[in-house]
């Protein structure tokens, strides 16, 4: 099996995608170090793997802090995967959102990913083998006009992503990045909003939202296959493909988004 007694990472893992995988990975026999700026949090899923017989640590992480990361990915050896999920969202329009949230979502959408995958990366450079797998988005791939701060830092780890796969295909390193649409993930609860009700915004999503079960276990097979971009479920992957012949078709799509949601935005 692809994860049986591997050493794995991953961020965000207290909630969410990232316990989704903990779990999953962990029944697949893999041993896990499970990174959180929510301490309990991670620790109560590591003992949840350890209850059902599995291996799992915790350890408190703000994927922000260079140091802190390479503190983490020093204790794991050696270092086979590295999932780096940790991240949140802001919805709104841009002339809503101070500047310290922009740079706050950069600084653990972006900065966070960029920071764990260079440390993976020098690490299985050096010992000739491994697979960083980053989370974005479908918003980093066609992007929406009211998660703009959101698409921007995801749109950058898709291309991220990309050219580090090519530059550690001769090396031995594996990079996929993950980009589904709307998963029952708590996401919502989690995010910022700018002038703006949550429940009026969720009401607009235009998508059904998948559940986590099976998208786990969607994103765990497109990583054992080393698929490159893992685009799930299918409304995601037919507009992502759409949208890449018929580039035009996006305008009217952001444009008619924007309409609606400046219905329910809150002036003041």
């Known amino acids: 099996m692809a994860f ?16 989704g995988l903990a779990l999953a990975l962990a029944a697949r026999g893999a041993r896990l170090t499970l990174a959180d700026i929510n301490l309990a949090g991670a620790q109560a899923v590591a003992a949840e793997i350890e209850r059902a017989g599995g ?21 794991v050896q050696p270092l086979d995967y590295l999932f780096n999920n940790a991240g949140y969202a802001m919805l709104g329009e841009s002339r809503d959102m101070p500047y310290a949230d922009w740079r706050r979502l950069v600084e653990v959408n972006l900065l966070g ?12 450079v050096r010992q000739g083998h491994g697979h960083i797998v980053n ?5 980093g791939l066609v992007g929406s006009p009211l998660m703009t701060a959101y698409s921007m830092t995801k749109s950058a780890v898709v291309m991220f992503s ?16 993950v980009c589904p649409s709307f998963i029952q993930t708590g996401i ?17 999503i ?30 995601a992957r037919f507009l992502w ?9 996006s305008k009217p799509l952001e444009r008619k988004a924007l309409r609606d949601f400046r219905t329910i935005r809150k002036d003041g």
């Open 241 to 249: 493909r759409l949208l890449r012949w018929l580039p035009g078709l």
């Open 162 to 177: 990309r050219m580090l796969r090519t530059e550690g295909e001769a090396l031995g390193v594996k990079v996929s990045v």
């Open 55 to 75: 291996k799992a640590s915790a350890v408190r992480l703000d994927v922000a802090d260079e140091a802190a990361f390479n503190g983490v990915l020093d204790a």
């Open 206 to 235: 235009p998508f059904p939202v998948m559940p986590l079960a099976p998208a786990i276990e969607r994103i765990v097979a497109g990583v054992a296959r080393n698929e490159a971009v893992i685009v799930f479920p299918f409304h």
């Open 188 to 204: 919502f609860d989690a995010s910022k909003y700018a002038a703006v009700d949550r429940n009026e915004v969720v009401k607009q």
């Open 113 to 124: 990913v960029l920071a764990g995958s260079l440390a993976a990366y020098r690490r299985m």
């Open 4 to 19: 049986e007694g591997k050493n794995i990472a991953i961020t965000g893992a207290a909630s969410g995608i990232g316990r």
């Open 135 to 139: 989370v974005a988005s479908l918003a």
